[in-house]
């Protein structure tokens, strides 16, 4: 196995696998196919079978896949075997509801932090959180060690906020703001823009 | 063109590569080569020549892709070349950041209706919207003939919500609950949710 050369296109399926997967653990059952993971995911058997062979064998011909074993996989080359502290920046709405997600217990990350420039929201609770301020956002993230990030401020502020988020050691920014960040090549920038999602689906109508 | 037929891997790629050409566009460019847009979205060129010749001969060998044209057919292929009125439900966080959200603008989309089950957030004003009560619900739907629908439900009334979403004769639901939905086969959901966007980050940490 040879991380480097797997392309991201087959790295951003991995999690679409695990969440159908744990969904078929949490219902009992215990193997599966990669016809009837494919069925689940929309994506052909032969590509799934051919994705996950990336990684290893972890499925026997004519018996398929063990859930739990792939799940405990694709947990560790995920590397969400572990959990990742993340920060969330911008106490909108958005912020809100992100501080409160419950999707997040199990799947390898817990929300540590939530900041705002809004003095206004500046030590306001949120579920279990304090709003600190944007201001003490780098030393507060670099003492923590946190590399993962959700950017949930508006345009506007997004480019600066990403600067602050990367002088602080940030590795991975999960963007809210519909804008293209600039970030260096060694930070990861994924974009979370519900009009994409629905634009996936006005094709079928 | 045989619509049927084009896996639905694919139409997920569309609105990723729509995305890309409307950015470089708004900077000005005015072409790109399969080369370079496979750069902006970690896709390989030769996927990207494959993926669009799926609908016809978009490009010319040597001079790529005109970005306007391009843009205008994937609009037409999504359906998005005209606009999808929305209808969101659950007035919570999530449903606020939504029905505010600045990202659907010229992208095909337009919040319609927000509806919530709580008699404490109906006729609550949000931006542009005025709560509405979730009991009227199918009927306003149906006479708006609303196809597209945002669920922002908590996860113990998601599943309630999306039969009353299908029985008023939404095609597509844009799902924010951590759970899975039954639906028809006639009934397209798409699951968002930050936990599989930073699953995606963490490989390369």
New interface residues.
Partial sequence: MN?NKI???I??R???Y??ALQ?MADKGVQTTSSQELGERV???AA?IRKDISQFGEFGKQGTGYRISFLIDKLRE????DRI?D?AVVGA???G???A?????VN???HIAMVFDSDQAKVGQQIGDFVVQDTNSMIDAIEAAGI??A?LTVP?SAAQEVTDMLVKAGI??I?NYA?I?LNVPENV?V????????????????
Same sequence: chains 1, 2.
């Fill in positions: 991380a392309p991201d296109i790295i951003g991995l999690p679409i695990l969440r969904r929309g994506i052909s590509q080359i995920m590397k969400i990742w993340v909108g709405d958005m809100h509801a992100l409160r997600y419950p999707g997040f799947r390898g990350f590399k993962v959700m345009a590795k991975a999960l519909p293209s990861r994924q974009h979370i823009d519900p009009a994409t999602h629905l634009q996936r689906m006005t094709y079928y109508l």
